[in-house]
């Protein structure tokens, strides 16, 4: 199926503002070095840029999750806008970029500047993690209520996904005798690769020792298993595929999307618990392509917990339903020199937690030919760019023609 | 310890929820159990426990 729109749409240019912890920067300050870095790379200016998109909005959720929205940053960049969105309800932190590509596809704007900001490691550092209902709302004392989705899971003690996935994992682990030590390797290998990336917030080696040491978060869930909060900001330029033809960089074009929401969209409502929203996203990108999974070269798929990254491999058909532990064993496969170099950065459980838009920024890296010690031999052409979990997912697939 | 429960009495239809009186190392997926309720100031939070005479 060669007419899909978002073939109309690439990725012309690509930023990313200082990433650490504890970094005690504005968020303002940290997206607008991601964004001009952005135009420049793509070879505009910021006359040029006439769509803005992020996800989820300004300021949204607790202190730290989110920083500009689209107002202020169309006011600091003086841009002049034709189409712009920002907001939480898409497909997956990449949704926001999804849209942009919808927007160009259309004929809304000609380049569109996505960014995501997060400046959690400040925010938190000072103390309590902000925006767990127990903390948000009176501390859990009398009179405390929680509401929307937590009044069904706070009183549990249930207060993040780090427990909501938890359970997936556990489930997995039932249904197909998936390991700790499978479970292991994407944490292994997101180390490995962090090691060669001088953005990365761990870089240190990791042993499989080292990693059954760690103190447990979650069962099956230790440290290792969760992402790194981190300050930073990510952006990527989508332009008109006609129109990024003569900027500075060969265009990334869109090959498809997936964005499917199918089922229940709910953290236990789902009619499989070993699976999430990304099962029907990423069968719904192959609808739309004549590539297949054999085609891609590098995978950048989200892991905010391991677990995640191994349900992307099953819900993308890079193995089988339930196959994802016998896949990642040992490593070899998802190493940089393996079939399917996985999350070359560092993921972010190794390079921190840029909430998605860093698995695209990687992939474009990849693409271009630019990882450096971490670049992937063999000239990839192909790459896959995923984010999401729970009820929430979204996936992109890139061609350097 | 947090559990997902599906009701016997609605396939799929789950709650997000506490298994009490049951040691970690003796939960399993699937073991059958039972509703005990808590209260909290005005609300009556639903728990289950193991059922010893579950199938």
Known sequence: MNDAGERRAAISGIGQSQVGRRLGRDAMDLTLDACLEAIADAGLDRRDVDGLATYPGGWFGPRGFSGPGIPELQDALRLNLNWYAGGPEAPGQLGSVIEAVAAVACGLANHVLCFRTVWESTAQGGGSRAGIGTTAGGGGGKGFRASGIMEWTLPYGAASAAVW???FAKRHMHEYGT????????ALNARRNAGLNPKAIYREPMSLEDYFAARMISTPFCLFDCDVPVDGST???????????DLRRPPLRVEAVGTALRGRPSWDQFDDLTTMAMRDAGAMLWQRTGLRPAD???????????FLAMAWLEALGFCGKGESGSFVEGGTRIARDGELPLNTHGGQLSAGRLHGYGFLHEAAVQLWGEGGARQVRGDPRVAVAAAGGGPLGGCLLLVRD | MVAIVELVEQSGLRLTTNLVNCAIDAARIDMPVRVVFEERDDVWIPLFEPDPDGV
């Open chain 1, 165 to 167: 996935i938890a359970l």
């Open chain 1, 179 to 186: 390991t700790r030590e499978q479970l292991a390797q994407i």
């Open chain 1, 235 to 245: 952006a990527v330029i989508v332009s008109r595929a006609d129109r990024a033809r």
């Open chain 1, 296 to 306: 891609v070269d590098v995978a950048e798929l989200y892991d905010g917990f391991s």
